[in-house]
């Protein structure tokens, strides 16, 4: 059946600022207190998803969360109406309490793994929200996510939603970041990836000795259960500990995938020689299998993590051809904007790239692969799906006036002392569920 993937990239929430809350990331552990414009990082985003749906992709659109999260605050011990618990958190903690207020739920490639219906024993599409519990501030997302994501997805007869994995480092889970999948067509059956950072139960298998590994080996195993792939559609790698020890968190700072062909750099996976034998025999496909690996040589791991190459989208065109969509940082870096050229110019389907400026999600550690969450569909599964968060001209124009009315254009430390930004921040998004026809999804509304 003709199937489409769709791109739901997650709009950028009203309390976007720089707390370094992410060990591991390199980007954002270097511009921690800096101040962020949430205005200018929203509309970067909607940007890049008109610029998708002028090229004739399907896009979509995924609501932020409600910040701060006055309820895990309350459950600190910080007590009195909101004002006075914001009051308290600011002077007992204010670290704390810019965790609360993090937008990082704008990341929508950790906001869950999705299997579409041509892998699944039952023929549906299957959503598992992803616990995030390496982070603090991204473990206060995945009920939330649960919500949207049935409210976006809300037909039994296609979707099936599963509750996030246990709370527990041993089943760390953070989504999609470290799942891509390979296929002929987005409606035949593929090959999932799954990579992991390590085992929770496997001493013998290696681990990072610097930075965490953030997707266990439990975790995807776990998923691949839950989503009832076949077992012909699933295939498990393990991350190379050396370059998660490097700032590559996650797969997708490293690796992308789209189609038939996987885009990785050389020191993407342990053990890479059997790794990629692995995938090549795992390939069923009548196409041609793609793998393009990155040397060193031309695209360092330094460059790579700051540029983030690899985070860029791969997406195909109705006209066949497979397009880049990459940072600015990709062509201000001139190794890497080398090594572009020479790929769009090589025997390979990918054969253009597009630019665009994220500056305000890249210095956060988020580049445009992280801004979304891919879910192919086919036809009567799209037709199930909440209209309202399919993006159109009048939509996109709805939601730029939207953030221009509700969103400030600077936010410091001082100002989450301010209780206003709260009351802006509910408000916006009480109007903007109503706009994407969400329901009462945020705990504030329930």
């Not at 909101?82 to 007992?92: H, L, P, W």
């Not at 976006?152 to 527990?168: A, G, K, T, V």
């Not at 254009?409 to 109007?431: G, P, V, Y």
Request: charged share 15%; net charge negative; with cysteine.
């Amino acid at each position: 059946m003709t199937a489409v993937e769709v791109n739901f990239d997650g709009l950028v929430g009203p309390t976007h600022n720089y707390a370094g809350l992410s060990y591991g990331n390199v980007a954002s552990l270097s511009n921690a207190a800096s101040y962020s414009n949430p205005k200018e990082a929203v509309l970067q985003g909607l940007a890049k998803m008109k610029a998708m749906h002028d090229l004739g992709l399907t896009q979509g659109v995924f609501a932020p969360h409600a910040r701060p999260d006055i309820n895990v605050l309350r459950r600190l011990g910080f007590t009195g109406k909101d004002n006075e618990v914001i009051s308290k958190a600011f002077k007992a903690d204010p670290v704390l309490l810019r965790a609360c207020y993090s937008a990082s739920a704008m990341w929508t490639a950790n906001a869950a793994t999705v299997s579409p219906s041509a892998d699944t024993l039952d023929g549906k599409v299957h959503f598992t929200a992803a616990n995030l519990n390496n982070k603090f501030h991204r473990s206060l997302e995945p009920t939330t996510t649960t919500r949207l994501l049935k409210a976006m997805f809300n037909n039994d007869s296609y979707f099936s939603h599963h509750e996030h994995l246990p709370e527990q480092g041993f089943f760390g889970d953070e989504g999609a970041a470290n799942h891509t999948r390979l296929t002929d067509a987005h409606g035949k059956q593929g090959l999932e990836l799954f990579v992991f950072g390590a085992s929770s139960f496997n001493s013998a298998l290696p681990k990072p000795s610097k930075f965490p590994a953030r997707q266990t080996l439990e975790a995807s195993q776990a998923i691949c259960q839950l989503h009832q792939l076949k077992p012909s559609s699933q295939l498990l790698l393990q991350q190379n500990p050396a370059v998660i020890d490097q700032g590559v968190f996650h797969n997708d700072v490293i690796a992308v995938g789209n189609a038939n062909v996987l885009l990785c750099h050389e020191q993407a996976f342990l053990n890479q020689i059997d790794a990629l034998k692995q995938v090549r025999n795992a390939y069923q496909g009548d196409e041609t299998l793609h793998i393009i690996e990155v040397p060193s040589a031309k695209v360092s791991i330094k460059d790579a993590v700051t540029s983030y190459l690899f985070n860029s989208q791969l997406v195909s065109l109705s006209n066949g051809k497979m397009l880049l969509v990459a940072p600015q940082e990709c062509h201000n870096n001139s190794a890497v904007n080398a090594y572009i050229n020479e790929l769009i110019s090589a025997d390979n389907p990918i054969n253009q790239v597009q630019f665009f400026d994220l500056k305000q999600s890249m210095q956060n550690g988020g580049g445009p692969a992280c801004l979304r969450l891919r879910v192919a569909l086919n036809q009567q599964e799209l037709a199930a799906v909440n209209p309202a968060v399919i993006l159109n001209d009048s939509k996109y124009q709805q939601l730029c006036s939207w953030a221009n009315k509700h969103y400030r254009d600077k936010l410091s430390n001082d100002d989450f002392a301010d209780a206003n930004l709260l009351t802006e921040s509910w408000q916006a998004l009480d109007e903007l569920t109503q706009i994407l026809d969400l329901g009462s999804v945020y705990p504030f509304q329930r």
